[in-house]
């Protein structure tokens, strides 16, 4: 089945991650989190038959082609962890705070480029693409726009499980030379750092009574994740006892 793994991983009367749930159809978006565990990593996840196909990044994506990404494979994820934020408590498989660095959509791109320009692909392509360990895509995110590719490597590590690839930015005028994903440290959901998230010691609060700035959301789709995002942090609030004045 195709969760199984997720499900086996995690004990779900602990962690607040949704449940294992394949879904009969798939919208194509895609998200990326910043995954701070043992090690700070982005995952990397495009939402596809039914659920997210996932790679954990440890440098994270980058817009600049002459960075070629280390992509580990994981195991596929539901899909409605798609819009998850919060944290893993202690204890728990991936232990640690998750903010939503990244959220759009994706298309496959045909396997052979037209005068050396890549075009849209079918759904079947990209199954297929994914099977070869050679998948074309396009994203536009928030961040994260243009062609990228997603490529399996043999491993020469001794001990390598055969999860290792590489995401990597095809050349267009998406391109960022240079790029430095620590320029963008907030979720695109909540706009809120992992501190804040985290509820680290001597971080700022979260005190906005009103949602973070996020630019005008043209997708209808994402304003739901955003709503949805909101109404949790609402209800989160109502919970956090008043304390009462020493009189
Ligand atoms: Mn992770």
Redesign the pocket.
């Known amino acids: 089945m195709p969760l199984d793994e997720y499900k086996r991983k995690r004990r779900f009367e602990e962690t607040p991650e949704p449940p294992p749930k394949l879904e009969k159809r798939s919208q194509h978006r895609f998200v990326v989190?910043c995954?701070r565990?043992t090690r700070l990593?982005y995952?990397f996840r495009l939402e596809m038959e039914g659920v997210l196909k996932s790679w954990?990044v440890p440098k994270g994506p980058s817009l600049d082609p002459a960075d070629k990404r280390l992509a580990m494979q994981?195991e596929d994820h539901p899909v409605s962890y798609f819009d998850f934020e919060g944290t893993i408590p202690e204890g728990n498989y991936?232990a640690g705070t998750v903010m939503v660095w990244d959220i759009g959509k994706w298309e496959p791109l045909s396997p052979v480029p037209v005068d050396g320009e890549y075009v849209p692909g079918t759904e079947k392509e990209a199954v297929e693409m994914l099977a070869k360990g050679d998948l074309k895509f396009r994203l536009k995110g928030k961040r994260l726009n243009g062609d990228f590719a997603l490529v399996h490597i043999k491993s020469r590590r001794s001990g390598s499980k055969g999860n290792e690839w590489l995401l990597i930015k095809k050349k267009d005028n998406d391109v960022v030379p240079g790029y430095d994903i620590e320029k963008y440290n907030t979720s695109v959901l909540t706009g809120r750092t992992l501190a804040q998230i985290g509820g680290d010691e001597g971080s700022a609060e979260w005190t906005s009574s009103r949602p973070a700035a996020r630019g005008k959301l043209k997708a209808a789709w994402l304003a739901d994740a955003v709503a949805r995002a909101d109404r949790k942090k609402a209800a989160s609030k109502k919970k956090v006892p008043i304390r009462k004045r020493a009189s």
Do not use: N, P, R, S
Request: charged share 10%; aromatic share 0%.
């Open positions: 989190q995954h565990a990593h995952d954990a994981v991936g």
